[in-house]
Each structure stands twice: as C-alpha cells, then as structure tokens.
C-alpha cells in the first residue's frame, strides 16, 4: 500500500520524530523504499565557507531533507484530508488510487 506513493502527493508522516506533520513528496526513491517529503526530517549540513568574487560569503549552514521511510508516510486525500487512501479495480484490470473515505480519485 505505501507504494502508491508518486512524485508531488502530499502526505501525512505516520512515524518517526516528523510523526503528524504534511509535506510535498519531493522524490521517490523505490529502491531503497523511501522518499524525501518537503519540510519534513531536514538535516543541518555545514558547507564550507568560500567567498564570492563580489566579495560576499556563500556556504555556511544548509537545511536539506533527509529521506524518510515510505512506511512513515500515508497519502492524503486532497478533497477531505483524510489518510486513506486506496485501489479501487478497473474492469480492465487497472487500479486507480481512490480515498476511501470519499472516493476521490487521487
Ligand atoms: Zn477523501
């Protein structure tokens, strides 16, 4: 189920120390089952101060987000904002990502 996750879902972090916070998936990383959510697990990073040509400082104290578990992460239904969501069965045999609260496609 959490590999219904794409690219640009908001989701619902469910575990972990970012536990109830929403965020934009910036990117999926289906090997390693992970995905980096906007805002959420950021890490400190100092980068090395240089300076410029025009002589002001570039570098120093850099936020970046941390690549977070997919089964820390729930989709949410952008009508209601509910974390349950769902497969609904095509008759063709696909799936289409549903909330199964309201039935929005997702
Ligand atoms: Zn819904």
């Not at 690549?67 to 729930?74: E, G, T």
């Not at 069965?89 to 289409?96: F, S």
Request: aromatic share 0%; with cysteine; glycine share 14%.
């Amino acid at each position: 189920m959490s590999l219904m996750i794409k690219k640009g879902d908001t989701v619902r972090i469910i575990g972990g120390k970012d536990k109830g916070a929403d965020g934009r998936v910036l990117e999926v990383i289906p090997k390693k089952r992970r995905v980096i959510v906007e805002g959420v697990n950021t890490v400190t990073r100092h980068e090395k101060i240089r300076m410029s040509r025009r002589g002001s400082q570039e570098g120093g104290i850099a936020h970046k987000e941390a690549p977070v578990d997919i089964s820390n992460v729930a989709l949410l239904c952008p009508t209601d904002g509910t974390a349950r969501a769902g497969y609904r069965m095509e008759e063709g045999g696909g799936k289409v990502r549903i909330c199964k609260k309201c039935g929005t496609e997702i």
